[in-house]
């Protein structure tokens, strides 16, 4: 069994800052993409971020330049660190991982419960 945690979301003012994690644990052989998607209410889920086992990282325009994704293999945890936030970044923000349970296991899709995200004064 494979659990995604977050944490580290909240209510802040525009142009704050705020630092999600999503912790991966249970049987776990491999992580290879991490990604953070967000779902504003009345809109679908969007593809805020992602970074692969080897690093690449890719941003959606609307975060470039504000947001920052990375992950310590270590502790198989993934953060993304929001800054000068907008109230148009107000959504819930869920946590995304493929793994793999063995060495010749197939490559599944997991995701964390949702962390909101809230931007306003």
């Known amino acids: 069994q494979v659990q995604l945690v977050e944490s580290g979301g909240g209510l802040v003012q525009p142009g704050g800052s705020l630092r999600l994690s999503c912790a991966a644990s249970g049987s776990i052989f491999s992580i290879y993409t991490m990604s953070w998607y967000r779902q504003a209410p009345g809109k679908q889920r969007e593809l805020v971020a992602l970074?692969?086992?080897?690093?690449?990282?890719n941003y959606a325009d609307s975060v470039k330049g504000r947001f920052t994704i990375s992950r310590d293999n270590a502790k198989n945890t993934v953060y993304l660190q929001m800054n000068n936030l907008k109230p148009e970044d107000t959504a819930v923000y869920y946590c995304?991982?493929?793994?793999?349970?063995?060495?010749?296991?197939?490559?599944?899709?997991?995701w964390g419960q949702g962390t909101q995200v809230t931007v306003s004064s």
């Open positions: 970074i692969s086992d080897g690093g690449y990282t």
């Open positions: 995304n991982a493929h793994l793999s349970q063995s060495r010749y296991g197939t490559n599944l899709s997991y």
